[in-house]
């Protein structure tokens, strides 16, 4: 996908797309547990944006990851639709939740594995199918090294603006190169540009997955600067935070060495930086 079509469109579309996220968040989004049924998430999503930064509270050990958390290695049952996508998570201690949109990319996303793995860390990829086709050991490599890969359609479109057979095609293709790479087809489902529909639930939900949106957005896609990245993902750490960075679509050599600063430091800070795990349902 070219840098410069998926600037315009995220341009036109970051106000849209924060509304959604806020009303999400204050409305009938809910928490991710091991009981579906938990209740709706208050207030909005933890801000991003520029601030006065401070200082992370130290802490003289790490939390090491929790087999609870491990991805599912069996595909789960449908799950029900839902009205809005899953905006935070739940887990014991400061659980936090890294993910990365739009590759793999052979430039970028091997940098990211590498320095996940350096820290023992597990993460949650949203790859598109026209990225992935092409990239199928980097999806494999994912997969063994304990992240969740995520569907997030083929080309990267509107899906608001698509027929339903479209939208359908979108994220069924994706599936299908996903489970080719590795054996398993995805269970999560991220929309591009957080642009979500009633069609886009009960699609993702009738092909297995749940809708994962995002709390805090680093913005690295406007690529401002590594410390800037930096700042915007560590003033926004909170218990059950979402980070929504990429691994794709542009330049994202900033968004690489961001990860390198700031994964330390939550580490050292205390948060439990893992992947959610799916119920039955």
Not at 13 to 31: C, K, M, P, Q, S
Not at 103 to 109: A, E, I, K, Q
Not at 226 to 234: G, L, Q
Request: glycine fraction near 10%; charged fraction near 25%.
């Amino acid at each position: 996908m070219k840098k410069d079509k998926l600037l315009t469109r995220r341009r036109a579309l970051i106000a849209g797309v924060a509304v959604l996220g806020a009303a999400g968040a204050a409305g009938t989004a809910r928490v991710l547990t091991a009981d579906p049924a938990a209740s709706p998430v208050g207030g909005a999503p933890v801000a991003g944006g520029p601030q006065a930064r401070q200082a992370l509270k130290p802490s003289a050990y790490r939390l090491e990851p929790m087999t609870g958390f491990a991805p599912s290695r069996r595909t789960p049952g449908k799950p029900a639709v839902r009205r809005e996508p899953i905006l935070r998570v739940s887990g014991r201690g400061n659980t936090m939740v890294l993910t990365f949109d739009d590759g793999p990319d052979p430039r970028y996303t091997p940098s990211i594995l590498r320095t996940l793995r350096k820290h023992d860390v597990r993460a949650m990829f949203f790859v598109c199918g026209e990225m992935a086709v092409d990239n199928k050991d980097l999806l494999a490599e994912m997969a063994d090294d304990g992240h969740v890969v995520g569907n997030h359609t083929w080309t990267h479109p509107l899906l608001t603006e698509l027929r339903r057979s479209e939208i359908r095609s979108e994220i069924a293709r994706t599936s299908d190169v996903i489970e080719d790479a590795y054996g398993e087809r995805p269970v999560w489902f991220r929309a591009p540009y957080g642009a979500w529909n009633r069609a886009t639930f009960q699609i993702g939900a009738d092909l297995g997955m749940e809708p994962m949106a995002w709390t805090v957005d680093s913005l690295d896609w406007t690529t401002p600067g590594t410390a800037t990245i930096v700042d915007r993902v560590e003033e926004g750490a909170a218990p059950g935070v979402v980070v929504l960075s990429h691994d794709a679509g542009g330049d994202r050599s900033q968004t690489v060495r961001a990860l390198r600063d700031y994964l330390p430091e939550l580490l050292d800070s205390g948060y439990h930086l893992t992947v959610p795990h799916r119920q039955d349902f």
